[in-house]
């Protein structure tokens, strides 16, 4: 059973829906991070999570410590998020993070 | 602030070559990782620098050696290519925050084994 996992693997969805990824996984962390991916494109970090919520923009992450699970929400979703999105966790004093095998989003127009 | 720099952009190299891939932190910076995204793999680990020592090390080969320069500038190496060595292969560096650590990737350097 890999470390993380991320639900679905692949997601279609109509401009303008509201999106959420997931992430669960089985270690104790210090934080978790959500990483977006363009096609052909480098890695970009959208948010670093340790506890609660955070916002940037139309993005939404959230982290829930007791139970191992984040998610990743994007409203009005646009077809410029289409993407690959990675969740990645950081093990207690560690910065060798482990990374899901992320979630490809594609918005239709 | 500048962010994470790598040199090349994009590599293509032959089989039993070696090549040698460098990244430059962001300013203040004295930790730096390095990872490897193939599309079998995804993304793993390969080692991780700070001051000049290396602290982890992922589950590659010893033909993949990196170092890190007293600017905290780091290296990587890869000796002897082999075909499954071409990847994207990322560089971040990371800030201390307290009880966590916030990395900065950056833009990756292609490399493709011929």
């Known amino acids: 059973k890999n470390e993380v996992e991320q639900s679905p693997q692949n997601l279609t969805a109509q401009e303008g829906e509201f999106i959420t990824i997931n992430c669960s996984y089985s270690?104790?962390?210090?934080?978790l991070h959500w990483l977006q991916q363009h096609p052909g494109g480098g890695i970009v970090s959208l948010f670093m999570?340790?506890?609660g919520k955070k916002k940037h923009g139309r993005l939404i992450a959230t982290i829930n410590i007791q139970e191992k699970h984040s998610s990743l929400h994007i409203t009005a979703s646009h077809p410029r998020d289409s993407a690959v999105y990675i969740c990645?966790?950081?093990?207690?004093?560690?910065?060798?993070?482990?990374f899901g095998t992320g979630t490809r989003l594609t918005i239709i127009p | 602030k500048a962010g994470v720099t790598q040199t090349p952009r994009y590599l293509i190299k032959t089989r039993g070559q070696q090549v040698t891939l460098s990244c430059s932190p962001i300013?203040?910076?004295?930790?730096v990782s390095w990872y490897q995204q193939t599309p079998g793999q995804g993304l793993q680990f390969l080692f991780e620098?700070?001051?000049?020592?290396?602290?982890n090390k992922g589950n590659f080969p010893g033909r993949f050696s990196g170092r890190q320069f007293s600017n905290s500038r780091s290296e990587m190496n890869v000796s002897t290519l082999e075909l499954g060595d071409s990847a994207l292969y990322l560089c971040?560096?990371?800030?201390?925050?307290?009880?966590?650590?916030?990395?900065?990737f950056g833009p990756g350097t292609r490399l493709t084994v011929t």
């Open positions: 999570l340790s506890s």
């Open positions: 990645a966790v950081a093990p207690f004093g560690n910065e060798k993070l482990t």
């Open positions: 270690v104790g962390i210090s934080a």
């Open positions: 300013s203040g910076h004295r930790s």
């Open positions: 620098y700070f001051s000049e020592t290396q602290r």
């Open positions: 971040a560096s990371s800030l201390f925050l307290g009880s966590s650590y916030e990395q900065y």
